[in-house]
């Protein structure tokens, strides 16, 4: 009889066992069929992603105009509203009188130059000046408010930015964003010129020729 109580011992023992190793197996098949199902997820999110990057880029490649201007456009199509300024490393520089071109995403710009090359239009620089010399206590009162107005419209248009404007030289700190196409570039930065000279707060939009 103890024989028997034993052999029947071992055989529940065996039984719970096997259990054990098929509980084991579901846990691991669900597991991996989970993990299976996350990294699918994630791919489709990486791919959808990638293609709505490459699809708001596509949109300053084929889209490349500020309002009325347009990158590559006959500047013969916006003489009766420019007004000559100088020439320079064989570009022509022009300041437009169009009201209409004074404002970017409703920010209120104070300067608008068409830059022209083999009489297309190759860039618009469109900007608005803070000279300390203007403020009450003779100092600028520093603000990126603007520039977060314009780097937020841009983004509407274009996606996320493609690389970070950071340039610091003698004559001021640059920092701001711009987005790159395969024929064209966006920027938005502010150049700071110092607390008692003043800063430019600037949009443009011009060819991207890459210089082997």
């Not at 996350?38 to 490649?61: D, G, P, R, T, Y």
């Not at 003489?79 to 300024?85: G, P």
């Amino acid at each position: 009889m103890e024989d028997l109580g034993i052999q029947v011992a071992i055989q529940e023992i065996a039984n719970r066992l096997i259990m054990l190793r098929k509980i084991s197996f579901i846990v691991q098949y669900v597991n991996f069929a989970v993990m299976k199902k996350i990294f699918c997820l994630l791919f489709i999110m990486s791919l959808v992603s990638s293609v709505s990057f490459c699809q708001n880029i596509a949109n300053l490649e084929n889209n490349h105009r500020f309002k009325n201007v347009t990158i590559g456009m006959p500047i013969s199509d916006l003489n009766r509203k420019l007004e000559f300024v100088r020439s320079t490393n064989g570009f022509d520089v022009y300041k437009s009188t169009d009201s209409n071109l004074y404002s970017v995403f409703n920010v209120k710009m104070d300067l608008v130059l068409i830059i022209v090359k083999a009489s297309k239009v190759y860039a618009i620089e469109v900007s608005k000046t803070y000279k300390a010399s203007e403020q009450p206590n003779k100092a600028t009162i520093f603000t990126s408010k603007e520039l977060e107005v314009l780097e937020s419209g841009l983004t509407s248009q274009y996606g996320n930015a493609t690389h970070k404007i950071d340039d610091n030289n003698s004559k001021y700190t640059r920092f701001g964003v711009q987005w790159q196409s395969q024929s064209y570039l966006a920027n938005c930065y502010i150049d700071f010129y110092g607390t008692l000279v003043g800063y430019k707060v600037q949009f443009s939009l011009c060819k991207h020729e890459v210089d082997f």
